[in-house]
């Protein structure tokens, strides 16, 4: 159940991102910076688990890990150009563009849950259809996240 971690920890960077632009004290902002960095960084950790755990079969897992690193990449560059010097200090536009990303990541993470749930129970009723246990595992091994047993990390 990564997806769980990963919404409750774009929720909080949320609202981290919503203190940071709507306090002006020192110590708020710093607190809306450490609320930013406790919601983003272990939910980047667990959608890298997910990509890993939810893609069978060796190439298809090393493609999606190396598209979300690309594209985290991609982020640094596109920093550039919505946290610009003249918004500074308070960079209203670059939080509200995070805000804006994060708030697309829960909802594509939700749908993403929903319709990995749903994959899940057409298998598992495959399996009872078909009479499909984990002693035919060995069986259905090579097929990877397309086998009947193989179940997607939600």
Excluded: W
């Excluded at 002006?24 to 959608?47: E, I, R, W």
């Amino acid at each position: 159940m990564r997806g769980s971690f990963i919404l409750g920890g774009s929720t909080l960077a949320i609202v981290g991102y919503v203190m940071l632009l709507a306090t002006k004290t020192p110590g708020a902002q710093y607190s809306g910076t450490v609320f930013v960095a406790m919601g983003l960084l272990p939910s980047v950790a667990c959608q890298l688990a997910r990509m890993r755990e939810t893609f069978g079969g060796e190439v298809k897992r090393a493609v999606a890990i190396r598209l979300i690193v690309g594209c985290g990449n991609l982020g640094g560059i596109a920093a550039s150009f919505i946290y610009r010097q003249q918004n500074s200090p308070r960079y209203f536009s670059g939080h509200v563009v995070c805000i804006g990303s994060l708030s697309v990541l829960i909802v594509l993470c939700a749908i993403a849950m929903i319709r990995l749930h749903m994959l899940n129970q057409g298998k598992i009723t495959q399996c009872e259809r078909e009479g499909i246990t984990a002693e035919k595992s060995d069986v259905f091994a090579e097929l990877g996240d397309g086998s009947p047993l193989y179940l997607y990390t939600l």
